[in-house]
């Protein structure tokens, strides 16, 4: 087993591993981003009972993996899970993804993590004056989720700019670039206008793909990626063109909370 850190204690990276169950959670839970490469396939068993020991798995259906199969192209735009969630406690502390299937490179979909920590020193005071005492409105969250939500309806509303444990943090979700609103939703910044809130978001996402704070990442076949979603986004650059790739996701809570129905499935 080889252990990388780099210089600014954000992202761990684990190559040439052949047991997880032998890593000490405790020694790479103060990373925000952990890349683990094992030489072979993780049962089921050592993924669910790995994940475990960070803290109580957010069952959905009495579940605790949710799996991906996808051949979509679109990018999925910087954001950090349970975003929607009305209750704190609900917001995943950890997101660990195991990777089945893994795709080709050259046909782009680059996994994308950001420092949503550090990126704040990136902002100007007046920005980041502007996102602490500013909410940003979502309309039509996920039509698909919200049954008969249309595209101009008020959904939910966020604070740009959270505290966990007095650490300060930014809480967006990019507009994507897509054409289908399906796979987005309005966003605007209370009190701003449609022009406003695009030209604000323009400038964060200048900052948000800084080299210093943002990163991409080629997933091997069965790696494992763990994020600290309280202090990280992530998202996926598009494809070129279609291609089958495999991966599942657990989410692990801060504190226990009662089970999930499939209508509360936190994005």
Not at 168 to 177: N, T
């Amino acid at each position: 087993m080889q252990i990388h850190n780099n210089s600014e204690g954000f992202f761990k990276s684990i190559t040439q591993v052949d047991d997880i169950t032998l890593i000490n959670v405790n020694e790479i839970n103060k990373f925000n981003c952990i890349l683990i490469e094992k030489s072979c396939e993780i049962p089921d068993k050592d993924y669910i009972n790995f994940s475990s020991k960070f803290g109580p798995i957010l069952s959905y259906q009495n579940k605790p993996t949710m799996s991906f199969f996808g051949q979509d192209v679109d990018e999925v735009n910087l954001h950090f899970d349970g975003i929607s969630s009305d209750n704190p406690q609900k917001v995943p502390k950890w997101l660990i993804f195991r990777v089945r299937l893994a795709h080709n490179i050259k046909f782009g979909g680059n996994f994308e993590v950001v420092d949503t920590v550090n990126v704040i020193n990136l902002l100007p005071e007046k920005l980041k004056d502007f996102l602490r005492s500013t909410k940003l409105e979502f309309y039509g969250y996920f039509i698909e989720q919200i049954q008969q939500q249309k595209y101009n309806e008020f959904s939910f509303s966020i604070d740009p700019i959270v505290q966990y444990n007095g650490i300060e943090s930014l809480r967006l979700f990019l507009p994507s670039k897509n054409d289908n609103h399906k796979l987005d939703c309005k966003k605007i910044f209370k009190g701003t206008s449609e022009e406003e809130t695009r030209n604000i978001f323009n400038e964060l996402e200048k900052a948000l793909r800084n080299p210093s704070v943002y990163y991409t990442l080629d997933l091997k076949e069965n790696s494992l990626l763990i994020l600290n979603n309280y202090f990280t986004f992530h998202g996926r650059k598009k494809f070129t063109k279609s291609v089958p790739r495999t991966f599942d996701r657990i989410q692990v809570l801060s504190h226990n909370i009662s089970s999930l129905n499939k209508s509360d499935v936190i994005i």
